[in-house]
């Protein structure tokens, strides 16, 4: 296997901390997936650092209100219960962290043509209000703060989550630059969703075959007629057949061979693309891990 070491792969060690690992969010992934990326003889000098986040810099896409009430724990148990993580002082510090990191992992892209942030893709926040584990958006911060300082024109969201990207579709709606597809399972969470500029929801059961089809087809014609200055692919793993909150029927070898279709597509049109890892549910932690690594992976052997 020959893997690229140079690949700029962006992580802070905050963004694992110590908690409850009967919990149905894996906040040891993200650690885990550090690890096993290292085992691949991928982490060296090529190894980025976000800096410590705030609420300030996410004022650019969320509602003041929000992020300081949920910064201070000002949030009501209503609010809180829709997001479904317990507050600490180290959650905020890891959720206000990470958004930083995609924007750091999409400089790299544009500079280098590909880089892989080790978390990222909380697709669920929307404006004023966080939802499914997603606590701020960092995909509408990362391009709506490209687009506004000019490092460029337009960009596309590319988002195989299998849950619907629900809160980027909702706070980019009205950005003409930024432009949101989402391909996911239909009947799943979430419930009301709201609406992409390309939504395709697939039925449950979609096997690789299909699935792969449907990406390939969609992301060519995306490219061909947007011809963006970044993708952001969101590489959720929760697409896989075994995982706790799927419902679709897509393969290990199915995601490695999406992965590498997404990013053979953007790079053979030169156009840059920065991964984000997306969901993954898994009592495995180890496991779980691994299948977020294959982005990185596929990644690396470009």
Not at 260 to 276: G, I, S, Y
Request: proline share 5%; net charge negative.
């Amino acid at each position: 296997m020959n893997l690229n070491p140079h690949l700029p792969i962006v992580y802070h060690p905050n963004y694992s901390f110590n908690f409850d690992p009967k919990h149905r969010f894996v906040m040891s992934k993200f650690a885990y997936l550090y690890e096993h990326v290292k085992s691949l003889g991928l982490i060296n000098s090529n190894l980025e650092q976000p800096i410590l986040g705030t609420p300030e810099p996410l004022e650019l896409v969320h509602c003041d209100n929000y992020i300081y009430d949920l910064w201070h724990n000002r949030l009501d148990e209503k609010a809180m219960r829709r997001i479904g993580l317990p507050w600490s002082e180290q959650l905020m510090a890891r959720t206000f962290t990470a958004p930083l990191g995609t924007l750091q992992t999409a400089r790299l892209a544009l500079k280098h043509g590909i880089a892989c942030h080790l978390a990222g893709g909380t697709h669920h926040a929307h404006t004023d209000f966080g939802s499914g584990y997603c606590m701020v958006n960092d995909l509408a911060f990362t391009s709506e703060t490209l687009i506004k300082s000019g490092e460029v024109t337009n960009i596309l969201i590319f988002d195989l989550d299998v849950h619907q990207g629900d809160g980027t579709a909702a706070m980019l709606a009205h950005q003409p630059y930024a432009y949101t597809c989402s391909i996911h399972c239909e009947k799943n969470f979430p419930f009301r969703k709201s609406a992409s500029d390309l939504d395709i929801g697939l039925a449950p059961n979609a096997a690789d075959s299909e699935y792969l089809g449907v990406v390939d087809d969609t992301l060519s014609y995306l490219l061909n007629t947007l011809n963006p200055d970044l993708v952001l692919y969101d590489a959720g793993v929760d697409v896989w057949q075994e995982d706790g909150l799927g419902k679709l029927d897509i393969s290990w070898k199915g995601i490695e061979r999406r992965d590498h279709l997404v990013l053979k597509r953007c790079l053979e049109r030169n156009v840059p693309v920065a991964t984000v890892i997306g969901g993954g549910y898994d009592k495995d932690h180890h496991r779980l891990a691994a299948r977020h690594g294959i982005v990185v992976e596929q990644a690396a052997r470009f």
